[in-house]
């Protein structure tokens, strides 16, 4: 078959579609990738590179390259080349962020409890943060410690306040303490994670891909709407989903065993993990993978205006 055609690093499926769209979100997103041995990863990193150096093997079909690239975006860095850690990557998105996240909103009452929970989800944010850093502007091991210390501090005491502030509140506005920590945190932990960016700014590239400079102005604003855009797309599931809980635990079945609401808090926030590739897919993605931290605001703030309307619907399955 001829190849001389094939662009490796063109999305497979047509863009200016929902449907093709779709088949790429769900593509970049498959947990299966995470599963995979580090040999069966570094063996496609080798034909995608040998493909672009101009020598593939004889007998590669497209098929071939186009599976080798899924994998290779799976686990390799887009700017260094680095093979990712495993809880960094894309692709451990959905199976982890759901479990911390159902953990978070199931051991809300104690202050030990909430302590624990927090400091897994902000260590989660912070290695996943690090690994997908913008390659261009590295942060030094002194910056990454005093991110994820201050991240983790600021979570603590919100969630520990507010857990003590609402012991006389209804028992609804307790559920939401976990929400309100998560988004006290991304406020300090991302602009933390990323202060090189602010400080030295970003690289702007045009729809080519040619390099136009660095602008600080582009970094605050960017890392602005990432910080929102994370803050929107917890929101449907933490704050909604407590209160389909609270209105489920009315009946028995919930009431013979906390087995069943947490399997039933499972299942939602499994509809929340899976419908996000649809969400993102219902608007035009810009390809500006090239400027590091602005293709990271555009995939999230897509996912922000659809979220919270699919999320609805999810709880009234």
């Not at 009431?255 to 419908?275: D, I, K, N, P, T």
Request: aromatic share 8%.
């Amino acid at each position: 078959m001829d190849l001389s055609t094939f662009d490796i690093d063109a999305p497979r499926w047509d863009q200016s579609t929902f449907m093709g769209r779709l088949k790429h979100f769900f593509n970049i997103t498959d947990c299966r990738t995470a599963l995979l041995p580090d040999s069966r990863l570094d063996e496609a990193k080798v034909l995608v590179e040998s493909f672009r150096a101009g020598s593939v093997p004889p007998g590669t079909s497209v098929e071939q390259l186009h599976y080798a690239k899924k994998l290779y975006d799976s686990a390799f860095h887009p700017d260094s080349g680095d093979r990712m850690n495993l809880i960094g990557r894309m692709s451990f998105q959905v199976p982890g962020g759901m479990a911390i996240t159902g953990f978070m909103l199931q051991f809300y009452r104690t202050v030990p409890a909430v302590v624990f929970w927090q400091w897994v989800n902000q260590s989660f944010n912070a290695l996943v943060n690090y690994t997908n850093r913008n390659a261009a502007s590295p942060i030094t091991p002194k910056q990454i410690g005093v991110a994820y210390v201050t991240a983790t501090s600021t979570a603590l005491a919100t969630a520990v306040g507010l857990n003590l502030y609402t012991k006389r509140a209804p028992p609804l506005v307790a559920r939401w303490v976990p929400f309100a920590a998560v988004a006290a945190a991304n406020c300090v932990n991302i602009p933390m994670m990323r202060q090189q960016e602010i400080l030295n700014g970003i690289a702007v590239t045009d729809e080519n891909g040619n390099k136009l400079g660095h602008s600080k102005k582009a970094a605050v604003k960017g890392i602005t709407q990432v910080v929102i855009s994370r803050i929107t797309m917890a929101a449907p599931g933490m704050i909604i989903l407590p209160i389909v809980m609270q209105r489920l635990e009315k009946y028995k079945f919930m009431q013979l065993h906390g087995c069943v609401e947490a399997g039933a808090r499972a299942e939602r926030l499994h509809h929340v993990s899976v419908r996000r590739p649809s969400e993102t897919s219902l608007l035009q993605q810009r390809p500006l993978r090239a400027s590091g931290l602005l293709s990271d605001t555009y995939c999230t703030m897509c996912v922000c205006l659809c979220n919270v309307s699919s999320i609805l619907i999810a709880s009234h399955d």
